[in-house]
């Protein structure tokens, strides 16, 4: 049982690449989200999808592109890396979105951007 | 705005009791939740309140009052494993949880 799996575990990338950021889910959860997480703050969301097919923008959305083909699969793509966006990002999954379905987290992924 | 204030970090003896406490304004409420997340790994489920009063599941409690704005996480019989950053997240009213920067807790022998 896996739960979700992210990758890569870790990237050093030069600003101005194109990075996508994986993510999957083998719980068959209807809604998943990309946070970010930086030294000092709370985890900021920056995309969701409530189900396969659907996605919604979160607090910090610039920069950052998603979509929700399937079920388990929620890849986060940067058109064009900036130094701003090093950061660890983490995939999380809920059954639904709302009421007490608690997230799931992923491993993270450590994102460096030179 | 939506805000949430908890200690930023917070130091304990081994087999001691600690209470870390967190204050929040939210657009709404749909409950809290509090996670554990050791240095390097992620964030994962610890409780859920919706309701006032104390939730206690083991060693770890958890309190909401609704009418404060306040929520607390005790844990008891402190173990070294324990050291770790505790994170508080109420839910608003579009059922987004607003994470607090989380409490560091440092567990001495």
């Known amino acids: 049982i896996a739960g979700i799996t992210q990758a890569p575990t870790s990237q050093i990338l030069a600003a101005g690449r194109r990075m996508t950021l994986r993510c999957t889910q083998d719980m068959r959860h209807n809604a998943m989200y990309w946070y970010r997480q930086d030294l000092g703050l709370g985890l900021r969301l920056i995309h969701y999808?409530?189900?396969?097919?659907?996605?919604g923008k979160g607090e910090v959305p610039d920069g950052y592109s998603v979509s929700r083909a399937n079920t388990d699969d929620f890849p986060l793509t940067l058109a064009s890396a900036v130094p701003s966006q090093t950061s660890v990002y983490f995939c999380a999954s809920s059954a639904a979105r709302g009421g007490t379905d608690t997230q799931y987290f992923g491993p993270g992924t450590r994102l460096t951007v030179l | 705005g939506q805000n949430i204030d908890q200690p930023t970090e917070m130091t304990a003896t081994e087999g001691a009791i600690v209470q870390i406490n967190c204050t929040y304004q939210?657009?709404?409420?749909?409950?809290l939740f509090w996670y554990q997340q050791h240095a390097g790994e992620a964030p994962t489920f610890l409780s859920y309140n919706v309701l006032d009063g104390l939730e206690e599941k083991g060693r770890f409690s958890s309190f909401l009052s609704r009418s404060k704005g306040y929520s607390y996480l005790l844990l008891k019989e402190l173990q070294m494993k324990d050291s770790a950053s505790y994170l508080c997240?109420?839910?608003?009213?579009?059922?987004?949880?607003?994470w607090g920067a989380g409490t560091k807790l440092i567990i001495k022998p």
């Open positions: 997240a109420p839910m608003d009213s579009n059922y987004q949880l607003i």
């Open positions: 939210t657009s709404g409420f749909n409950g």
């Open positions: 999808s409530n189900t396969a097919g659907t996605t």
